[in-house]
């Protein structure tokens, strides 16, 4: 009687069963790690660009630098900090005397600035996204007559996502950063940054 480990064909058999069994463990650790790859990626957070309002220094670079035409780059308004003035620093040029309307009486280039009457004495004013290029003329108006709740953002919707944004680059003031989207569309305010 012949050992089995004499016999060719057998050997034969085992390495097949070696190969393709090694195949396959390859294979699901391959997938495996596929799998984990990419449930880490899609937990992963989202960076997007964000203007630090705190360091910017409303240079106005944010019109003229965004690859997108308009750029990407909007006036928002915290409507929380607003004092609701008639006499509005980010809406009326400086020393504006007739506070009317008209467009030579606003500080804003394309009239994004809508003001409606609330109850006396009081104003809100609303950015027209349409109309705003993001020069933040209105945002140093209302940061020098005002509290600073007009102020300058990059819209997410608008942006899109430079890997090297052409705005952060030329910033002089290093504001704009990459930031978890979590953490996004931060707004300077005073009140809540001496709380924390």
């Known amino acids: 009687m012949k050992n089995k480990k004499d016999n060719p064909d ?3 058999i085992k390495r097949r069963e070696f190969i393709k069994s090694s195949t396959r463990s390859g294979l699901l650790l391959g997938l495996g790690g596929l799998g984990g790859l990419l449930a880490t990626n899609s937990q992963a957070e989202n960076y997007v660009w964000q ?3 705190f360091e910017c220094t409303n240079c106005g670079r944010c019109a003229e630098d965004c690859v997108e035409t308009p750029s990407a780059v909007k006036c928002i308004h915290a409507f929380d900090l607003c004092g609701y003035c008639d ?13 009317t309307t008209g467009a030579e009486a606003q500080i804003c280039p394309t009239s994004a600035i809508k003001r409606s009457f609330v109850e006396d004495p009081f104003f809100e004013h609303t950015i027209d996204e349409d ?14 007559f005002g509290n600073g709740s007009l102020q300058i953002q990059i819209k997410h919707d608008l942006c899109v996502d430079c890997n090297q944004c052409s705005i952060a680059r030329v910033c002089p003031a290093d504001a704009i950063k990459r930031v978890p989207a979590s953490k996004a569309y931060n707004i300077k305010d005073e009140f809540l940054k001496n709380k924390a």
Do not use: H, M, Q, R
């Open 51 to 53: 203007i630090d309002s």
């Open 87 to 99: 006499l509005c620093g980010g809406y009326f040029k400086p020393g504006t005397l007739d506070l």
């Open 10 to 12: 057998e050997k034969a």
């Open 131 to 144: 109309l705003c290029i993001g020069c933040a003329i209105c945002v140093e108006g209302c940061a020098a």
